[in-house]
């Protein structure tokens, strides 16, 4: 199995094989959380205008996301896994409109499988592509609105990598360095408040769930448990 290491916006376009599209804070994690939560599937999409619509189309279809990392006006949820934790969305449909991840699996184009990466997830989605074995699996950290690197998704592409080759990286010093550095300090800053210290605790609940996540054909795309 060929392992590659791709980056932002760009890595995602150029994502071949199985694909895994990155995003610890905190497209992913939430995402993770309203699966677990019972959700039946996630509806990932580009635009807020395009999740307005939707929801317009399907009056019982929920709304999440972020612009630029805050909450959107009109939104049910944010982009915030404390927000969702305890919500229960048995049999729901979740649109999910966020500044990077989901626009890394809208521009996956080129991958025969995408999946969504976060550390909750990680050690469930190396299980997965241990049993599946594909020939390439492209790891795509998609960083800060897909335009800048960020060292929990560059990490997260680490240590998913190393969890397929069958190493155990030391999560204990990469949360150190994740909570360090920027991206990560500033969900202890209680001066940026919609970064909130809860979100970053639950993304780095390592492997807090057993399943990973997929995104099926459909129209639109969308994404299920597996």
């Avoid at 805050?70 to 404390?82: C, R």
């Avoid at 999560?171 to 969900?187: H, L, N, Y």
Wanted: glycine content about 10%.
């Amino acid at each position: 199995m060929e392992i590659r290491r791709l980056r932002l916006l760009e890595g995602a376009k150029e994502a071949t094989g199985t694909a895994v599209i990155i995003d610890v804070f905190r497209a992913f994690t939430t995402a993770a959380f309203v699966m677990a939560n019972g959700a039946e599937r996630i509806i990932p999409v580009a635009g807020i205008d395009e999740a307005f619509k939707l929801r317009e189309m399907h009056p019982g279809w929920i709304i999440m996301g972020e612009r630029h990392g805050e909450p959107i006006p009109g939104f049910d949820y944010g982009n915030s896994p404390a927000d969702v934790e305890h919500v229960d969305f048995t049999g729901r449909t979740v649109v999910q409109r966020t500044s990077s991840g989901t626009q890394g699996i809208i521009l996956a184009g080129g991958a025969d499988e995408v999946l969504l990466g976060s550390f909750v997830v990680a050690e469930a989605t190396a299980n997965y592509l241990r049993l599946r074995g594909p020939d390439r699996v492209s790891l795509v950290a998609m960083g800060w609105e897909g335009q800048r690197d960020a060292i929990e998704d560059e990490l997260c592409a680490d240590y998913i990598g190393e969890r397929i080759r069958g190493n155990r990286p030391d999560f204990e010093e990469m949360r150190d360095m994740i909570r360090a550095a920027p991206s990560g300090a500033k969900f202890l800053d209680p001066r940026q408040g919609h970064f909130k210290e809860g979100d970053f605790h639950l993304a780095m609940s390592l492997d807090r769930f057993s399943f990973a996540m997929k995104v099926l054909e459909g129209d639109p795309p969308f994404v299920v448990r597996v």
